[in-house]
């Protein structure tokens, strides 16, 4: 059985020239069984962004992947999607997608913990280095320092970190709520 892009001649070309472009080593006739398990997601990447779907979920798009191949993706998904479409990702490698989205939503248990942009969730919390005496929401001991997420009082500019939020979100979700709602 061959993966099945599209049944046309013309959507294996276009397939060849995209994985060329980006780097991106498919080959869109290839029986499925002889393809290693990366090689499989991305093909079906491919699949998906080449229809032009008005919305697209991917779930966990990244596993796989190696690191070449993951920065791929997000250069794909960027060059491939437009303000047109949705595009919903369920994953946990939340490193590999941070610079692509501009909301989030957390579910935990059926229960959604989160649903707002960035931009909201920058403006509400802060995240970074804090101090051991800080009341935070999350934190976590690396080796440049005590990484936290606390309230952010005097509107002071930090990247959201998804892995912090998640952890916040996780371990202290009515906080979380209350002042992202406030």
């Known amino acids: 059985k061959r993966l099945g892009l599209i049944d046309s001649e013309k959507a294996v070309k276009m397939c060849r020239e995209v994985a060329e472009k980006y780097n991106f080593s498919v080959n869109p ?5 002889s393809l290693p398990v990366g090689v499989k997601q991305k093909v079906e990447i491919l699949k998906a962004l080449l229809r032009g779907a008005k919305i697209l979920i991917l779930d966990e798009p990244t596993n796989g992947l190696d690191i070449p ?6 250069k794909l998904l960027a060059a491939f999607t437009d303000e047109t479409q949705t595009v919903i990702i369920s994953t946990h490698q939340v490193r590999d997608l941070e610079s692509l989205i501009d909301s989030v939503i957390i579910i935990n248990d059926k229960e959604i913990l989160l649903n707002n942009s960035l ?3 920058g403006q509400k919390l802060f995240f970074g280095i804090v101090k051991p005496e800080e009341q935070v929401l999350y934190k976590s001991q690396t080796p440049f320092g005590l990484l936290g997420v606390r309230k952010n009082h005097q509107e002071e500019e930090s990247n959201v970190s998804l892995e912090q939020l998640f ?8 906080e979380i709520k209350r002042i992202i709602n406030q």
Do not use: D, W
């Open 167 to 174: 952890n916040a979100a996780i371990l202290q979700p009515e």
């Open 69 to 74: 191949s993951k920065e791929v993706f997000r």
């Open 29 to 33: 006739v290839a029986k499925v069984g």
């Open 119 to 121: 931009e909201e969730i």
